[in-house]
Protein backbone atom coordinates (compact mmCIF):
# COMPACT_ATOMS: atom_id res chain seq x y z
CA UNK A 1 0.00 0.00 0.00
CA UNK A 2 1.23 3.01 -1.02
CA UNK A 3 0.93 6.66 0.99
CA UNK A 4 -1.58 9.40 0.48
CA UNK A 5 1.57 11.75 -1.40
CA UNK A 6 2.46 8.39 -3.77
CA UNK A 7 -1.27 8.42 -4.51
CA UNK A 8 -1.69 12.09 -4.85
CA UNK A 9 1.60 11.90 -6.93
CA UNK A 10 0.01 9.43 -9.74
CA UNK A 11 -3.47 8.78 -9.27
CA UNK A 12 -3.86 7.17 -12.73
CA UNK A 13 -1.35 4.70 -12.18
CA UNK A 14 -2.71 2.95 -9.26
CA UNK A 15 -3.97 -0.66 -9.80
CA UNK A 16 -7.59 -1.06 -9.75
CA UNK A 17 -9.46 -4.58 -9.40
CA UNK A 18 -12.19 -6.48 -11.61
CA UNK A 19 -15.31 -4.34 -11.52
CA UNK A 20 -17.49 -6.98 -10.35
CA UNK A 21 -14.84 -8.19 -7.20
CA UNK A 22 -15.46 -7.05 -3.12
CA UNK A 23 -11.89 -7.19 -2.23
CA UNK A 24 -11.82 -7.59 0.74
CA UNK A 25 -9.47 -10.01 1.93
CA UNK A 26 -7.17 -11.10 5.13
CA UNK A 27 -10.68 -11.48 7.13
CA UNK A 28 -11.20 -7.71 7.07
CA UNK A 29 -11.57 -4.92 4.84
CA UNK A 30 -8.36 -5.93 3.23
CA UNK A 31 -7.03 -3.60 0.34
CA UNK A 32 -10.74 -1.78 0.05
CA UNK A 33 -9.51 1.42 -0.08
CA UNK A 34 -5.94 1.22 0.17
CA UNK A 35 -3.80 2.19 -3.34
CA UNK A 36 -0.95 0.25 -4.56
CA UNK A 37 1.20 1.04 -7.97
CA UNK A 38 0.35 -0.56 -10.65
CA UNK A 39 2.63 -3.74 -11.60
CA UNK A 40 3.09 -2.43 -14.91
CA UNK A 41 4.22 0.94 -13.67
CA UNK A 42 7.31 2.16 -15.65
CA UNK A 43 10.29 1.85 -13.52
CA UNK A 44 11.05 5.80 -13.84
CA UNK A 45 7.31 6.57 -12.48
CA UNK A 46 8.18 4.05 -9.70
CA UNK A 47 11.54 5.90 -8.80
CA UNK A 48 9.51 9.11 -7.15
CA UNK A 49 7.48 6.12 -5.50
CA UNK A 50 8.02 2.57 -3.86
CA UNK A 51 11.62 2.45 -5.10
CA UNK A 52 12.29 6.10 -4.05
CA UNK A 53 11.12 4.88 -0.18
CA UNK A 54 13.17 1.36 -0.76
CA UNK A 55 16.16 3.62 -2.22
CA UNK A 56 16.58 5.92 1.23
CA UNK A 57 15.88 2.84 3.40
CA UNK A 58 18.56 1.09 2.03
CA UNK A 59 20.91 3.90 1.51
CA UNK A 60 20.47 4.50 5.31
CA UNK A 61 20.91 0.98 6.84
CA UNK A 62 23.34 -0.96 4.70
CA UNK A 63 26.45 -0.56 6.51
CA UNK A 64 24.79 -0.93 9.63
CA UNK A 65 26.80 -3.39 11.85
CA UNK A 66 22.81 -4.81 12.99
CA UNK A 67 21.58 -5.85 9.41
CA UNK A 68 21.93 -9.28 8.25
CA UNK A 69 19.92 -9.28 5.63
CA UNK A 70 16.96 -7.26 3.85
CA UNK A 71 13.44 -8.85 3.32
CA UNK A 72 11.98 -7.45 -0.10
CA UNK A 73 8.44 -7.18 -0.60
CA UNK A 74 6.47 -5.50 -4.07
CA UNK A 75 3.76 -7.98 -4.14
CA UNK A 76 0.66 -5.65 -3.42
CA UNK A 77 -1.99 -6.05 -3.61
CA UNK A 78 -2.14 -8.69 -1.07
CA UNK A 79 0.60 -10.16 0.39
CA UNK A 80 3.34 -12.69 0.25
CA UNK A 81 4.55 -12.36 -3.52
CA UNK A 82 1.10 -10.74 -4.20
CA UNK A 83 -1.58 -13.50 -3.93
CA UNK A 84 -3.20 -14.15 -0.71
CA UNK A 85 -7.27 -14.40 0.33
CA UNK A 86 -8.90 -13.26 -2.78
CA UNK A 87 -6.60 -10.27 -3.64
CA UNK A 88 -3.96 -10.80 -6.31
CA UNK A 89 -6.00 -12.96 -9.09
CA UNK A 90 -8.72 -9.82 -9.57
CA UNK A 91 -6.50 -7.07 -10.31
CA UNK A 92 -4.81 -4.99 -12.92
CA UNK A 93 -7.91 -3.01 -14.55
CA UNK A 94 -6.31 0.45 -14.48
CA UNK A 95 -5.52 2.25 -17.37
CA UNK A 96 -1.74 1.38 -16.91
CA UNK A 97 -2.76 -2.11 -16.56
CA UNK A 98 -4.96 -2.22 -19.67
CA UNK A 99 -1.83 -0.75 -22.28
CA UNK A 100 0.34 -3.12 -20.61
CA UNK A 101 -1.81 -6.17 -21.45
CA UNK A 102 -2.19 -5.22 -24.71
CA UNK A 103 1.66 -4.49 -24.98
CA UNK A 104 2.15 -8.35 -23.25
CA UNK A 105 -0.09 -10.16 -25.58
CA UNK A 106 2.22 -8.74 -28.57
CA UNK A 107 5.64 -8.38 -27.38
CA UNK A 108 5.60 -11.75 -25.20
CA UNK A 109 2.48 -13.53 -26.58
CA UNK A 110 3.71 -12.57 -30.37
CA UNK A 111 -0.08 -11.99 -30.97
CA UNK A 112 -1.09 -9.91 -33.81
CA UNK A 113 -5.00 -8.91 -34.11
CA UNK A 114 -6.25 -11.85 -36.58
CA UNK A 115 -4.31 -14.21 -34.49
CA UNK A 116 -6.01 -13.05 -31.32
CA UNK A 117 -9.12 -13.27 -32.64
CA UNK A 118 -8.92 -16.48 -33.66
CA UNK A 119 -7.36 -17.78 -30.71
CA UNK A 120 -10.11 -16.16 -28.05
CA UNK A 121 -13.21 -16.01 -30.13
CA UNK A 122 -12.16 -18.41 -33.48
CA UNK A 123 -12.73 -15.31 -35.43
CA UNK A 124 -9.90 -13.70 -37.12
CA UNK A 125 -11.77 -10.68 -37.74
CA UNK A 126 -13.00 -10.04 -33.95
CA UNK A 127 -10.67 -7.27 -33.58
CA UNK A 128 -10.17 -4.33 -35.86
CA UNK A 129 -7.94 -2.06 -33.75
CA UNK A 130 -5.80 -2.63 -30.25
CA UNK A 131 -7.84 -0.54 -28.41
CA UNK A 132 -10.92 -3.26 -28.70
CA UNK A 133 -8.48 -5.68 -26.64
CA UNK A 134 -9.83 -5.39 -22.99
CA UNK A 135 -8.72 -7.44 -20.13
CA UNK A 136 -11.25 -10.36 -19.47
CA UNK A 137 -13.02 -9.98 -16.27
CA UNK A 138 -11.21 -12.55 -13.65
CA UNK A 139 -15.12 -13.59 -12.32
CA UNK A 140 -16.74 -13.96 -15.42
CA UNK A 141 -15.33 -17.43 -16.82
CA UNK A 142 -18.11 -19.02 -14.79
CA UNK A 143 -21.76 -18.30 -15.90
CA UNK A 144 -20.55 -14.55 -16.90
CA UNK A 145 -19.35 -12.70 -19.89
CA UNK A 146 -16.25 -14.24 -20.60
CA UNK A 147 -18.04 -17.86 -20.95
CA UNK A 148 -19.73 -19.11 -23.87
CA UNK A 149 -23.32 -18.87 -23.03
CA UNK A 150 -25.72 -15.77 -22.92
CA UNK A 151 -25.25 -14.26 -19.81
CA UNK A 152 -27.10 -11.18 -17.54
CA UNK A 153 -25.18 -10.18 -14.17
CA UNK A 154 -27.64 -9.29 -11.43
CA UNK A 155 -26.01 -5.89 -10.19
CA UNK A 156 -28.85 -3.85 -9.68
CA UNK A 157 -31.57 -3.80 -6.26
CA UNK A 158 -29.83 -5.70 -3.65
CA UNK A 159 -30.72 -5.70 -0.05
CA UNK A 160 -29.11 -6.51 2.70
CA UNK A 161 -30.15 -7.92 6.39
CA UNK A 162 -27.90 -9.49 9.05
CA UNK A 163 -28.70 -12.71 9.71
CA UNK A 164 -26.63 -12.93 13.18
CA UNK A 165 -29.57 -14.01 15.07
CA UNK A 166 -29.09 -17.39 14.09
CA UNK A 167 -32.51 -17.43 12.28
CA UNK A 168 -32.95 -19.49 9.56
CA UNK A 169 -35.52 -18.20 7.56
CA UNK A 170 -34.52 -14.48 5.87
CA UNK A 171 -37.12 -11.75 6.92
CA UNK A 172 -40.24 -11.07 4.99
CA UNK A 173 -40.78 -8.82 1.98
CA UNK A 174 -40.81 -5.40 3.33
CA UNK A 175 -39.92 -6.09 6.51
CA UNK A 176 -37.69 -3.06 7.80
CA UNK A 177 -34.59 -5.21 8.46
CA UNK A 178 -33.68 -4.95 4.76
CA UNK A 179 -32.05 -1.93 3.83
CA UNK A 180 -30.21 -1.27 0.21
CA UNK A 181 -26.38 -1.92 -0.93
CA UNK A 182 -24.62 -1.51 -3.82
CA UNK A 183 -22.52 -4.21 -5.43
CA UNK A 184 -18.95 -3.85 -6.80
CA UNK A 185 -17.31 -1.83 -8.29
CA UNK A 186 -18.89 -0.44 -5.13
CA UNK A 187 -17.39 -1.68 -1.98
CA UNK A 188 -19.75 -0.75 0.11
CA UNK A 189 -20.39 -4.20 1.50
CA UNK A 190 -17.51 -3.63 3.84
CA UNK A 191 -18.88 -0.81 5.89
CA UNK A 192 -21.83 -3.57 7.10
CA UNK A 193 -21.25 -5.23 9.99
CA UNK A 194 -19.13 -8.97 9.40
CA UNK A 195 -20.95 -12.05 9.68
CA UNK A 196 -23.62 -14.52 8.51
CA UNK A 197 -25.79 -12.34 6.44
CA UNK A 198 -29.18 -12.43 3.92
CA UNK A 199 -28.85 -10.68 0.60
CA UNK A 200 -32.01 -10.43 -1.36
CA UNK A 201 -32.92 -9.00 -5.24
CA UNK A 202 -36.20 -8.98 -7.61
CA UNK A 203 -35.69 -9.63 -11.36
CA UNK A 204 -37.47 -10.22 -14.04
CA UNK A 205 -38.11 -13.97 -15.14
CA UNK A 206 -38.99 -12.26 -18.93
CA UNK A 207 -37.99 -14.53 -21.85
CA UNK A 208 -35.60 -16.60 -19.11
CA UNK A 209 -38.65 -18.72 -17.86
CA UNK A 210 -39.50 -20.32 -20.86
CA UNK A 211 -35.90 -21.41 -21.76
CA UNK A 212 -35.44 -25.23 -21.77
CA UNK A 213 -32.16 -24.19 -19.80
CA UNK A 214 -31.21 -21.46 -17.47
CA UNK A 215 -29.11 -21.37 -14.52
CA UNK A 216 -28.10 -19.50 -11.45
CA UNK A 217 -24.03 -18.87 -11.60
CA UNK A 218 -23.05 -17.38 -7.96
CA UNK A 219 -19.49 -16.42 -7.68
CA UNK A 220 -20.04 -15.31 -3.19
CA UNK A 221 -16.54 -16.61 -2.81
CA UNK A 222 -17.43 -17.26 0.68
CA UNK A 223 -15.02 -19.10 2.86
CA UNK A 224 -16.52 -21.13 5.94
CA UNK A 225 -17.47 -24.24 7.73
CA UNK A 226 -21.26 -23.76 6.78
CA UNK A 227 -23.10 -23.65 3.22
CA UNK A 228 -24.35 -20.74 1.38
CA UNK A 229 -28.34 -21.32 0.91
CA UNK A 230 -30.33 -20.06 -1.87
CA UNK A 231 -33.97 -19.46 -1.96
CA UNK A 232 -35.83 -18.77 -5.33
CA UNK A 233 -39.77 -17.26 -4.82
CA UNK A 234 -39.78 -18.39 -1.24
CA UNK A 235 -38.70 -21.64 -1.37
CA UNK A 236 -35.28 -23.34 -0.46
CA UNK A 237 -33.25 -23.81 -3.85
CA UNK A 238 -30.15 -25.31 -3.05
CA UNK A 239 -27.05 -25.21 -0.26
CA UNK A 240 -23.12 -24.93 -1.34
CA UNK A 241 -21.30 -27.02 -0.03
CA UNK A 242 -19.27 -25.42 3.00
CA UNK A 243 -15.60 -25.02 1.85
CA UNK A 244 -12.99 -23.17 3.51
CA UNK A 245 -11.41 -22.55 -0.26
CA UNK A 246 -15.23 -22.09 -1.68
CA UNK A 247 -15.30 -21.95 -5.53
CA UNK A 248 -18.17 -21.06 -7.38
CA UNK A 249 -21.26 -22.68 -7.91
CA UNK A 250 -24.44 -23.16 -10.28
CA UNK A 251 -27.67 -24.37 -10.12
CA UNK A 252 -30.39 -25.06 -12.84
CA UNK A 253 -33.45 -22.78 -12.80
CA UNK A 254 -35.39 -25.15 -15.41
CA UNK A 255 -39.05 -24.74 -14.77
CA UNK A 256 -38.24 -22.67 -11.23
CA UNK A 257 -38.61 -19.05 -12.90
CA UNK A 258 -41.99 -16.92 -13.25
CA UNK A 259 -42.51 -15.11 -16.12
CA UNK A 260 -43.24 -11.81 -14.01
CA UNK A 261 -41.04 -11.00 -10.84
CA UNK A 262 -38.78 -13.46 -8.96
CA UNK A 263 -37.43 -12.95 -5.56
CA UNK A 264 -33.90 -14.58 -4.96
CA UNK A 265 -32.03 -14.42 -1.52
CA UNK A 266 -28.53 -15.83 -0.29
CA UNK A 267 -27.54 -16.25 2.86
CA UNK A 268 -23.89 -16.00 3.31
CA UNK A 269 -22.28 -17.53 5.83
CA UNK A 270 -20.29 -16.30 8.95
CA UNK A 271 -16.33 -17.16 8.17
CA UNK A 272 -14.32 -18.71 10.26
CA UNK A 273 -12.07 -16.23 11.78
CA UNK A 274 -13.32 -14.48 14.81
CA UNK A 275 -13.03 -11.00 15.29
CA UNK A 276 -10.88 -10.18 17.78
CA UNK A 277 -12.19 -10.02 21.12
CA UNK A 278 -16.15 -9.34 19.91
CA UNK A 279 -17.62 -13.26 19.77
CA UNK A 280 -18.17 -12.13 16.00
CA UNK A 281 -16.93 -13.72 12.91
CA UNK A 282 -15.74 -12.46 9.51
CA UNK A 283 -17.92 -13.00 6.40
CA UNK A 284 -20.88 -12.58 5.58
CA UNK A 285 -20.41 -10.84 1.80
CA UNK A 286 -20.72 -11.64 -1.80
CA UNK A 287 -17.26 -11.25 -3.22
CA UNK A 288 -17.90 -11.99 -6.26
CA UNK A 289 -21.30 -11.48 -9.15
CA UNK A 290 -24.30 -13.44 -9.59
CA UNK A 291 -25.08 -13.79 -12.79
CA UNK A 292 -27.93 -15.83 -14.86
CA UNK A 293 -27.31 -17.14 -18.08
CA UNK A 294 -28.22 -19.64 -20.81
CA UNK A 295 -25.89 -22.51 -20.38
CA UNK A 296 -24.52 -24.70 -17.59
CA UNK A 297 -21.68 -22.84 -15.68
CA UNK A 298 -17.74 -24.52 -16.60
CA UNK A 299 -14.72 -23.90 -14.94
CA UNK A 300 -11.42 -23.79 -16.25
CA UNK A 301 -10.50 -26.11 -18.02
CA UNK A 302 -13.92 -27.09 -19.57
CA UNK A 303 -14.47 -24.41 -20.87
CA UNK A 304 -14.40 -24.02 -24.42
CA UNK A 305 -11.32 -23.77 -26.60
CA UNK A 306 -11.43 -20.03 -26.84
CA UNK A 307 -11.94 -19.33 -23.47
CA UNK A 308 -9.72 -21.47 -21.84
CA UNK A 309 -7.56 -19.93 -23.91
CA UNK A 310 -8.42 -16.04 -22.55
CA UNK A 311 -8.30 -17.36 -18.83
CA UNK A 312 -4.87 -18.50 -19.51
CA UNK A 313 -3.74 -15.56 -21.16
CA UNK A 314 -4.91 -13.49 -18.50
CA UNK A 315 -3.62 -15.79 -15.59
CA UNK A 316 -0.36 -15.79 -17.45
CA UNK A 317 -0.19 -11.89 -17.64
CA UNK A 318 -1.15 -11.06 -14.09
CA UNK A 319 1.68 -13.70 -12.76
CA UNK A 320 4.23 -12.06 -15.90
CA UNK A 321 3.26 -8.45 -13.61
CA UNK A 322 4.25 -9.79 -10.19
CA UNK A 323 7.42 -11.02 -11.83
CA UNK A 324 8.06 -7.66 -13.31
CA UNK A 325 7.62 -5.42 -10.17
CA UNK A 326 10.31 -7.73 -8.56
CA UNK A 327 12.70 -8.03 -10.91
CA UNK A 328 12.99 -3.71 -11.26
CA UNK A 329 12.85 -3.99 -7.12
CA UNK A 330 15.68 -6.80 -7.11
CA UNK A 331 18.02 -4.88 -9.52
CA UNK A 332 17.72 -1.69 -8.29
CA UNK A 333 18.44 -3.15 -4.58
CA UNK A 334 21.60 -5.20 -5.72
CA UNK A 335 23.36 -1.94 -6.99
CA UNK A 336 22.40 -0.60 -3.75
CA UNK A 337 23.84 -3.21 -1.64
CA UNK A 338 25.46 -6.58 -3.25
CA UNK A 339 26.84 -7.80 -0.27
CA UNK A 340 23.32 -8.88 2.07
CA UNK A 341 21.77 -11.44 1.12
CA UNK A 342 17.74 -11.19 0.06
CA UNK A 343 15.08 -12.63 1.24
CA UNK A 344 12.17 -13.16 -0.59
CA UNK A 345 8.04 -13.39 0.68
CA UNK A 346 6.69 -16.42 -0.88
CA UNK A 347 2.91 -17.71 -1.86
CA UNK A 348 2.22 -21.46 -1.73
CA UNK A 349 0.06 -21.39 -4.19
CA UNK A 350 -0.05 -19.21 -7.13
CA UNK A 351 3.31 -17.83 -7.98
CA UNK A 352 5.49 -20.42 -6.95
CA UNK A 353 7.11 -21.12 -10.47
CA UNK A 354 7.99 -17.61 -10.36
CA UNK A 355 8.75 -17.30 -7.25
CA UNK A 356 11.94 -19.87 -7.59
CA UNK A 357 12.70 -18.53 -11.22
CA UNK A 358 13.36 -15.06 -8.78
CA UNK A 359 14.89 -16.73 -6.15
CA UNK A 360 17.40 -18.59 -8.53
CA UNK A 361 18.11 -16.23 -10.64
CA UNK A 362 19.32 -13.87 -7.73
CA UNK A 363 20.15 -15.42 -5.26
CA UNK A 364 17.42 -14.71 -2.74
CA UNK A 365 16.22 -16.85 -0.38
CA UNK A 366 11.70 -17.82 -0.03
CA UNK A 367 10.60 -17.64 3.34
CA UNK A 368 7.03 -19.06 4.44
CA UNK A 369 4.75 -17.56 7.44
CA UNK A 370 3.31 -19.53 9.22
CA UNK A 371 6.15 -22.07 10.31
CA UNK A 372 3.65 -23.23 13.34
CA UNK A 373 1.12 -23.47 11.81
CA UNK A 374 1.23 -26.29 9.04
CA UNK A 375 4.33 -28.07 7.43
CA UNK A 376 5.42 -26.39 4.21
CA UNK A 377 8.09 -28.11 2.99
CA UNK A 378 8.11 -26.38 -0.39
CA UNK A 379 10.67 -23.48 -0.58
CA UNK A 380 13.71 -25.50 1.13
CA UNK A 381 12.34 -28.82 -1.46
CA UNK A 382 13.03 -26.76 -4.35
CA UNK A 383 15.75 -24.97 -2.85
CA UNK A 384 17.47 -27.75 -3.05
CA UNK A 385 17.36 -28.74 -6.63
CA UNK A 386 17.20 -24.59 -7.51
CA UNK A 387 19.82 -23.69 -4.89
CA UNK A 388 18.44 -21.17 -2.75
CA UNK A 389 17.35 -21.40 0.85
CA UNK A 390 14.17 -21.69 2.37
CA UNK A 391 13.69 -19.32 5.37
CA UNK A 392 10.19 -18.94 7.68
CA UNK A 393 8.59 -16.81 10.18
CA UNK A 394 5.53 -17.30 12.48
CA UNK A 395 2.01 -16.46 11.86
CA UNK A 396 1.85 -15.46 15.14
CA UNK A 397 2.92 -15.57 18.76
CA UNK A 398 3.91 -19.97 19.07
CA UNK A 399 4.62 -21.34 22.50
CA UNK A 400 5.82 -24.83 23.90
CA UNK A 401 4.40 -27.52 21.76
CA UNK A 402 4.15 -25.51 18.57
CA UNK A 403 7.65 -24.39 18.97
CA UNK A 404 9.17 -27.83 19.64
CA UNK A 405 6.90 -29.21 16.00
CA UNK A 406 8.11 -25.58 14.55
CA UNK A 407 11.70 -26.72 15.24
CA UNK A 408 11.39 -29.93 14.07
CA UNK A 409 10.07 -28.85 10.87
CA UNK A 410 12.71 -26.62 10.49
CA UNK A 411 15.54 -28.91 11.05
CA UNK A 412 14.10 -31.44 9.13
CA UNK A 413 13.67 -29.31 6.05
CA UNK A 414 17.36 -27.34 6.52
CA UNK A 415 16.15 -23.92 6.85
CA UNK A 416 18.73 -21.27 6.88
CA UNK A 417 16.76 -18.31 8.94
CA UNK A 418 13.94 -17.65 10.99
CA UNK A 419 12.25 -14.81 12.16
CA UNK A 420 10.54 -14.99 15.61
CA UNK A 421 7.18 -13.54 15.24
CA UNK A 422 5.98 -10.95 16.01
CA UNK A 423 7.38 -9.77 19.40
CA UNK A 424 10.28 -10.93 20.84
CA UNK A 425 9.20 -10.11 24.94
CA UNK A 426 6.63 -13.17 23.96
CA UNK A 427 9.54 -15.48 23.55
CA UNK A 428 11.23 -14.20 26.48
CA UNK A 429 8.24 -14.63 28.75
CA UNK A 430 7.93 -17.82 27.10
CA UNK A 431 11.41 -19.08 28.61
CA UNK A 432 10.94 -17.58 31.60
CA UNK A 433 7.50 -19.45 32.23
CA UNK A 434 8.88 -22.69 30.50
CA UNK A 435 12.55 -22.73 29.84
CA UNK A 436 11.64 -23.86 26.19
CA UNK A 437 14.93 -22.11 25.22
CA UNK A 438 17.05 -23.40 27.63
CA UNK A 439 16.15 -26.67 27.25
CA UNK A 440 16.49 -26.40 23.19
CA UNK A 441 19.69 -24.76 23.20
CA UNK A 442 21.67 -27.64 21.51
CA UNK A 443 19.32 -28.11 18.47
CA UNK A 444 19.27 -24.34 18.16
CA UNK A 445 22.93 -24.32 18.10
CA UNK A 446 22.61 -26.55 14.91
CA UNK A 447 20.52 -24.56 12.80
CA UNK A 448 20.94 -22.80 9.95
CA UNK A 449 24.75 -24.92 9.93
CA UNK A 450 24.18 -27.91 7.69
CA UNK A 451 22.75 -29.02 3.96
CA UNK A 452 20.83 -31.58 3.69
CA UNK A 453 22.03 -34.40 1.06
CA UNK A 454 20.72 -34.34 -1.94
CA UNK A 455 17.63 -36.88 -2.37
CA UNK A 456 17.52 -39.46 -5.01
CA UNK A 457 13.89 -38.54 -5.36
CA UNK A 458 12.28 -35.15 -6.10
CA UNK A 459 8.32 -34.43 -6.41
CA UNK A 460 7.07 -32.75 -9.55
CA UNK A 461 4.53 -29.81 -7.50
CA UNK A 462 3.76 -28.46 -10.79
CA UNK A 463 3.27 -23.93 -10.19
CA UNK A 464 1.29 -23.69 -13.63
CA UNK A 465 -1.07 -25.78 -12.46
CA UNK A 466 -1.37 -23.95 -9.17
CA UNK A 467 -1.37 -20.55 -11.31
CA UNK A 468 -4.67 -21.93 -13.24
CA UNK A 469 -6.38 -22.83 -10.44
CA UNK A 470 -6.32 -26.55 -10.27
CA UNK A 471 -6.13 -27.89 -6.74
CA UNK A 472 -4.76 -31.44 -7.54
CA UNK A 473 -1.01 -30.23 -6.71
CA UNK A 474 -2.35 -29.71 -3.09
CA UNK A 475 -4.21 -32.93 -3.18
CA UNK A 476 -1.71 -35.96 -4.55
CA UNK A 477 1.54 -34.20 -2.84
CA UNK A 478 3.65 -37.34 -1.28
CA UNK A 479 5.93 -35.33 0.59
CA UNK A 480 4.16 -34.08 3.43
CA UNK A 481 4.08 -37.15 5.79
CA UNK A 482 3.51 -40.27 2.73
CA UNK A 483 7.05 -40.55 2.52
CA UNK A 484 8.75 -39.27 5.50
CA UNK A 485 7.24 -42.37 7.21
CA UNK A 486 8.61 -44.06 4.51
CA UNK A 487 11.78 -43.35 5.30
CA UNK A 488 12.76 -41.31 2.04
CA UNK A 489 13.29 -37.48 1.92
CA UNK A 490 12.72 -35.77 -0.95
CA UNK A 491 13.59 -32.33 -3.05
CA UNK A 492 10.73 -30.60 -4.78
CA UNK A 493 10.43 -29.24 -8.42
CA UNK A 494 8.51 -27.38 -10.54
CA UNK A 495 8.49 -25.99 -14.12
CA UNK A 496 11.41 -24.06 -13.46
CA UNK A 497 13.28 -26.86 -12.04
CA UNK A 498 12.36 -29.68 -14.41
CA UNK A 499 12.70 -27.43 -17.96
CA UNK A 500 16.49 -26.10 -16.39
CA UNK A 501 17.38 -29.80 -16.50
CA UNK A 502 17.95 -29.73 -12.09
CA UNK A 503 16.05 -32.43 -11.72
CA UNK A 504 18.70 -35.04 -13.44
CA UNK A 505 19.74 -34.74 -9.84
CA UNK A 506 17.34 -37.49 -8.24
CA UNK A 507 16.66 -40.98 -9.88
CA UNK A 508 13.09 -40.73 -9.54
CA UNK A 509 10.36 -37.67 -10.10
CA UNK A 510 7.42 -38.37 -8.26
CA UNK A 511 4.09 -36.45 -10.06
CA UNK A 512 1.58 -34.37 -7.37
CA UNK A 513 -1.12 -33.93 -10.00
CA UNK A 514 -0.24 -32.39 -12.47
CA UNK A 515 -3.48 -32.05 -14.75
CA UNK A 516 -2.99 -29.59 -17.07
CA UNK A 517 0.77 -30.40 -19.11
CA UNK A 518 2.18 -28.14 -21.91
CA UNK A 519 4.59 -29.29 -24.38
CA UNK A 520 7.67 -27.99 -23.07
CA UNK A 521 6.54 -29.97 -20.24
CA UNK A 522 5.96 -33.18 -21.86
CA UNK A 523 9.23 -32.86 -23.30
CA UNK A 524 11.32 -31.98 -20.47
CA UNK A 525 9.75 -35.06 -19.19
CA UNK A 526 10.59 -37.17 -22.18
CA UNK A 527 14.59 -35.73 -21.64
CA UNK A 528 14.52 -36.82 -18.16
CA UNK A 529 12.99 -39.86 -18.84
CA UNK A 530 16.02 -41.08 -21.55
CA UNK A 531 18.20 -39.91 -20.12
CA UNK A 532 18.02 -42.43 -17.46
CA UNK A 533 14.98 -41.14 -14.59
CA UNK A 534 11.89 -42.78 -13.23
CA UNK A 535 8.89 -40.70 -13.64
CA UNK A 536 5.68 -41.52 -12.05
CA UNK A 537 2.56 -40.30 -13.09
CA UNK A 538 -0.97 -40.29 -11.32
CA UNK A 539 -4.35 -41.30 -12.39
CA UNK A 540 -5.03 -37.48 -13.90
CA UNK A 541 -1.19 -36.64 -14.42
CA UNK A 542 -1.55 -34.87 -18.42
CA UNK A 543 -5.26 -34.93 -18.47
CA UNK A 544 -5.39 -31.74 -20.24
CA UNK A 545 -3.80 -29.59 -22.18
CA UNK A 546 -3.52 -25.49 -21.47
CA UNK A 547 -6.38 -24.74 -24.15
CA UNK A 548 -8.18 -28.35 -24.43
CA UNK A 549 -9.67 -30.50 -21.94
CA UNK A 550 -8.85 -34.04 -22.36
CA UNK A 551 -6.56 -33.65 -24.61
CA UNK A 552 -4.16 -35.93 -22.66
CA UNK A 553 -0.87 -34.99 -24.14
CA UNK A 554 1.03 -37.50 -21.38
CA UNK A 555 0.00 -40.05 -23.87
CA UNK A 556 2.92 -38.62 -26.44
CA UNK A 557 4.87 -40.31 -23.84
CA UNK A 558 3.42 -43.16 -22.88
CA UNK A 559 1.32 -44.56 -26.01
CA UNK A 560 -1.71 -44.88 -24.09
CA UNK A 561 -4.81 -43.33 -23.14
CA UNK A 562 -6.53 -42.90 -19.80
CA UNK A 563 -10.16 -43.75 -19.40
CA UNK A 564 -12.44 -43.64 -16.65
CA UNK A 565 -12.76 -46.79 -14.68
CA UNK A 566 -15.03 -47.21 -11.43
CA UNK A 567 -14.04 -48.57 -8.43
CA UNK A 568 -13.17 -52.09 -7.76
CA UNK A 569 -10.12 -54.06 -6.95
CA UNK A 570 -7.07 -54.56 -8.56
CA UNK A 571 -4.59 -57.05 -7.99
CA UNK A 572 -0.76 -56.59 -7.96
CA UNK A 573 2.23 -58.29 -6.63
CA UNK A 574 -0.18 -60.96 -5.61
CA UNK A 575 -2.16 -58.54 -3.64
CA UNK A 576 -5.34 -57.07 -3.64
CA UNK A 577 -6.21 -53.39 -3.18
CA UNK A 578 -9.23 -51.59 -3.30
CA UNK A 579 -9.39 -48.13 -5.77
CA UNK A 580 -10.85 -45.86 -8.52
CA UNK A 581 -9.84 -44.08 -11.22
CA UNK A 582 -8.72 -44.96 -15.08
CA UNK A 583 -7.33 -47.72 -16.99
CA UNK A 584 -4.79 -47.73 -18.89
CA UNK A 585 -5.47 -48.95 -22.35
CA UNK A 586 -2.83 -51.25 -23.96
CA UNK A 587 -0.01 -49.79 -26.42
CA UNK A 588 3.01 -50.56 -28.11
CA UNK A 589 6.09 -51.19 -25.80
CA UNK A 590 3.55 -50.99 -22.44
CA UNK A 591 4.25 -53.48 -20.05
CA UNK A 592 0.74 -53.86 -17.39
CA UNK A 593 2.35 -54.20 -14.19
CA UNK A 594 -1.12 -54.36 -11.93
CA UNK A 595 -5.15 -54.46 -13.65
CA UNK A 596 -8.31 -53.94 -12.35
CA UNK A 597 -9.85 -57.44 -11.54
CA UNK A 598 -12.14 -57.07 -15.35
CA UNK A 599 -8.55 -57.41 -16.53
CA UNK A 600 -8.14 -53.75 -17.65
CA UNK A 601 -4.80 -52.22 -16.87
CA UNK A 602 -4.29 -50.63 -13.55
CA UNK A 603 -0.71 -50.06 -13.89
CA UNK A 604 1.41 -49.66 -16.57
CA UNK A 605 4.90 -48.63 -17.38
CA UNK A 606 6.70 -47.75 -20.68
CA UNK A 607 10.63 -47.41 -21.11
CA UNK A 608 11.85 -44.52 -22.79
CA UNK A 609 15.68 -44.57 -23.36
CA UNK A 610 17.65 -45.65 -20.01
CA UNK A 611 14.80 -44.70 -18.18
CA UNK A 612 11.08 -45.65 -17.48
CA UNK A 613 7.44 -43.88 -17.44
CA UNK A 614 5.33 -45.37 -14.73
CA UNK A 615 1.49 -44.36 -14.64
CA UNK A 616 -0.45 -45.30 -11.63
CA UNK A 617 -4.28 -45.73 -13.00
CA UNK A 618 -5.35 -45.86 -9.23
CA UNK A 619 -3.73 -42.90 -6.78
Known sequence: EVPLWIYNRMPDAMMRPSPTTLIGAWGGAGPGGAHFESWWLPPQQRESGTLWFMQRAMERYRDNPALSSWHLYA????????????????????????????????????????????????DPGHFKSWDQVEIPDANAFFGGTESSGEAVRLSDGWQWASARTGVANPPPVGDPSWMPVAMPPSQEQ?????????????????????????????????????PTIVWLNGAKLFEAPASNDAPPFAVSLAGKLKPGRNELILRAPRGNQEIAGANEYREGKLFGPVYLTATEPKRYPYLDEHANTRFADLKEWQLA???????????????????????????????????????????????????????????PGIGLLGGFYGTSEESATASTAKLTRELGWMLMDGDSNHNLYH??????????????????QRAIQCFGKYLRAMPQVAIFRSGRNLDLGSREPWNWDL??????????DNAYATETELLKGLTDAGKVLIDAGTEIMDDDVVQALHRYIERGGIFIALHQTGRHSRTTPDAQPLSRLTGWRA??????????????????????EPAPGSVAVARWNDGAIAIASRRIGKGQIIQLGSS
Open 479 to 488: GRGELQSAHF
Open 563 to 584: VPHAAGKLSWADREFTGSGVAL
Open 321 to 379: GIVAVHRVMLDQAIAIDPDHPFNLSGSAAQASERMTELAEDYGASVQHTGREAWYHPWW
Open 423 to 440: SLEDYQLEEQRTGWFTRN
Open 190 to 226: LLLPWGEAFYRVEFDGGAWSARPGAWLACNALVRSTQ
Open 75 to 122: GSPGAEFGFHDRSGEFWDYSPVGEAAFRGWLRDVRKYDLRRLGSAWYG
